[in-house]
């Protein structure tokens, strides 16, 4: 029997329980569970890799992407690059484990958005500065797409979202939210950004799927925008992850 799981603290409603638990029963897949590990504290993580031989691989979410880091043995270049981990493989010989660190944000978010790309999406704003909006810069870099972030806290070389002006706007027709804003239950509010402004040249991406369409997309849909929310993402990046783990060698 092989085990995954997912570690964070604490948890709730999990998007990969559900995926996971549907993809086994759906596959008959009878060699392969999937659990949750809720840990109080990272530290926690090595007694559970110690204590748990069949655990060959787990997700990583909220608060312990950066943390968990420091306990692994090597990292892919996407998750060296963002400086966050989401996905781990654990490779046992006999007593010993390796531990190798994934970000499959960047897989899920990348070919997700890939079909919807037309030869006018050169340039994106990233709405939000944190752990999502590395994994969103670093996809659009390897897609050769120029972006900038913004942000109610820019740092040097960000905008903030009292500057996004007509020519902001104009020059800027691909546009990812990658802050919280949205979500369920607060499905009114949306980032600030001059929704009048957008037309049909503009594509917004929402890494919020739960409503399936916020607010964010609602408005942008409204003035002609097309308009796409992360749940492929999320789905692609949980395919990943399970061939990750389940790849030999």
């Known amino acids: 029997m092989k085990r995954f799981g997912l570690i964070g603290f604490p948890l709730g409603h999990s998007f990969s329980k559900k995926y996971y638990d549907a993809k086994i029963e759906r596959e008959q897949i009878t ?33 312990y992407k950066i943390a968990v880091m420091d306990y692994l043995d090597g990292l892919s270049p996407e998750a060296e690059a963002v400086a966050a981990v989401n996905c781990i493989r654990i490779e046992r010989k006999g007593s010993k484990s390796m531990l190798i660190g994934y970000n499959t944000d960047v897989y899920g978010f990348r070919e997700s958005l890939k079909p919807l790309l037309k030869p006018h999406h050169d340039a994106a704003l990233i709405l939000g500065n944190g752990g999502a909006a590395k994994a969103v810069s670093f996809a659009l870099g390897q897609l050769g797409i120029a972006h900038t972030i913004v942000s109610r806290s820019p740092q040097k070389g960000q905008l903030n979202y009292s500057q996004l002006n007509a020519a902001v706007i104009g020059i800027h027709p691909l546009i990812i939210n990658t802050t919280p804003l949205g979500t369920y239950p607060d499905v009114t509010s949306h980032p600030g950004i001059p929704y009048g402004l957008l037309g049909d040249r503009h594509l917004l991406y929402d890494l919020v799927y739960n409503p399936p369409e916020t607010e964010f997309l609602k408005r942008g849909k409204a003035v002609g925008a097309d308009t796409k929310n992360g749940l492929e993402m999320l789905e692609l990046q949980a395919e990943r992850n399970w061939e990750i783990w389940n790849t030999t060698g």
Do not use: A, C, S
């Open 31 to 63: 060699d392969i569970d999937y659990k949750l590990y809720p840990i109080p504290v990272i530290t926690d993580f090595v007694g559970l890799i110690e204590n748990d031989h069949e655990l060959m691989g787990v997700n990583v979410t909220i608060p």
